[in-house]
């Protein structure tokens, strides 16, 4: 098993910026990737962005490329989402996502990933 916890959500203004953090905790060495999704009032889940743990560079959703960017520290176990110019429309909970299988796999089906963590609410004001 794998736990997952992120933190750092919080108000914040449009244009501003925010990092948010998921530690991963238990059998992190079965995980392969992980990313971000949010979810929005009365909408549904949205992918946000993705990494593997072997992989240099991330993957984004058009809406957030070239204001978010994912990070990790291996060492820690913690993967980052820096968020900039930052827009009310990015208000969502945002959640942290943990697949522990290489393989062929859909990025953005939130079915691709086995652990989630418990979701950090961003509001973005306008």
């Known amino acids: 098993q794998v736990q997952l916890v992120e933190s750092g959500g919080g108000l914040v203004q449009a244009g501003g910026s925010l990092t948010l953090s998921c530690e991963a905790s238990?059998?992190?060495?079965?995980?392969?990737?992980m990313a971000w999704f949010r979810q929005g009032a009365g909408m549904e889940r949205e992918f946000v962005g993705h990494i593997a743990r072997s992989a240099a560079t991330a993957s984004y959703a058009d809406s957030v490329k070239g204001r978010f960017t994912i990070s990790r520290d291996g060492a820690k176990n913690t993967v980052f989402l820096q968020m900039s110019s930052l827009k009310p429309e990015d208000t969502a909970v945002y959640y942290c996502?943990?697949?522990?299988?290489?393989?062929?796999?859909?990025?953005?089906?939130?079915?691709?990933?086995?652990?989630w963590g418990q979701g950090t609410q961003v509001t973005v004001s306008s």
């Open positions: 238990g059998r992190t060495g079965s995980m392969y990737a």
């Open positions: 996502a943990a697949r522990s299988g290489s393989g062929v796999y859909f990025i953005i089906e939130d079915q691709s990933y086995d652990y």
